[in-house]
Nanobody, 123 residues
Framework: QVQLVESGGGLVQAGGSLRLSCAASGLTFSNYVMGWFRQAPGKEREFVATATSSGSRTIYADSVKGRFTISRDNAKNTVYLQMNSLKPEDTAVYSC????????????????WGQGTQVTVSS
């Protein structure tokens, strides 16, 4: 049974930083592309960042480029999202997701999802 468990969310002031973690189990982690997505109240889920199975290639949404960094530790079956210079518009539930082998920015193409962690940025 595949499980993805996020942690690290919370309340932070604008300009601050948070580091999200997503621990995976029940799958061969190194075979999966890992992505981060977010969903704000009343909005659709949107792509944030993704990393290839080796972590050698990363892709970011324009809205977070230069502020967020995705990384992964395949020995620990964990993917991270370092978020710096946070803005109020970054407030959302952040979820990690796993997709077998191929990179994608489309949520529908991901096979497994975590429950999400709330990130709230105050102005």
């Amino acid at each position: 049974q595949v499980q993805l468990v996020e942690s690290g969310g919370g309340l932070v002031q604008a300009g601050g930083s948070l580091r999200l973690s997503c621990a995976a189990s029940g799958l061969t982690f190194s075979n999966y592309v890992m992505g981060w997505f977010r969903q704000a109240p009343g909005k659709e889920r949107e792509f944030v960042a993704t990393a290839t199975s080796s972590g050698s290639r990363t892709i970011y949404a324009d809205s977070v480029k230069g502020r967020f960094t995705i990384s992964r530790d395949n020995a620990k079956n964990t993917v991270y999202l370092q978020m710096n210079s946070l803005k109020p518009e970054d407030t959302a539930v952040y979820s990690c997701a796993a997709r077998y082998l191929r990179v994608s920015q489309r949520p529908i193409e991901y096979n497994y999802w975590g429950q999400g962690t709330q990130v709230t940025v105050s102005s």
